[in-house]
């Protein structure tokens, strides 16, 4: 079994949000303000995500914060007239050779598509990826979509398995029972944490920006950089811990995360959660559990004595079988 290192301790994080809105939609605040607002809680790169809208926002980069141009595409619902059905987030892939024309800033697409069968979303996803953009299923639970849909369709990178707004709205935002059930049949998918942020009433008592990130191992703060990384899994997602190293080393993974109260890490098909050692109300801060060949995926949560959470994205044991007799 090789030795493998997911995330590096010495190398640099940028904290990111792939999913939020302005007034290009439904938001309250532009983008310029959004920006402002994302910059000051310490974030180094946005995804302007509005509804059915492109956005590209060069003008908003620095050497220290960037935005990455993209929307959520959504109002595909087998029911006639009902919003929502199946929102995906669209983000600009830089590193890709798209067959179409890449999408313009304020190109606007129409809602809502009309529903031609259950291969619709899949049409969605197609058309995303033609024009050169990475896609994410978003917000399941809140959907409440079908598991099987997370068999059935193809091609999104990543499940959003936290999104900020619909805990805050509906308490309905873990969406990591849907990338589970994505891995256990063979999706090579990620798990991404996000605020999906409208900023109805900056007044409530509940935060609807900063909720939910995801922390990305970068060479650089560049778009081309960033999804390089999100495309290699070079990252994790959080509410609130902070993941500092994952690594495969003599068979064992070992995770080290600042002081939590469970590590907790679920190995399929071998191993149900298993939790590193919990003693005397002590924070963890290291785990590490052994990788057998015959295990599928192992993937990692570090919760924290408030009930925040850190998601490792999966390690995929084959990958390190290679080679092996
Ligand atoms: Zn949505
Ligand atoms: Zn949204």
Redesign the pocket.
Known sequence: MKNQIYLARNKTVYKGNLHLHTTWSDGSLPAAETVQVFKEKGYHFICISDHDVYSRTDEFNTDHFITIPGM?R?GLNPVPDKD?GY?FGVLDDPTAQPVQPRFQHLERFPVPIPWEGDQSPQVLIDEMIAHGNLVIF??PEWHLTRFEDMVNYDGFFAVEIYNHATEWSTVSSYGAAYWDHALQNGKRVYGIAAD?SHGHDRNWAFPEYGGGWVQVQSEALTPHDIVTSLKAGSFYSSTGPEIYDLRVEDGQLIIECSPCKFIMFKAFPLRGPFVGNYQNGEPLTVASMPVEPEMQYIRVECIDFDGNVAWSNPVFVADLLEGDE
């Open positions: 959520e959504g929502p929102h978003n917000h999906d």
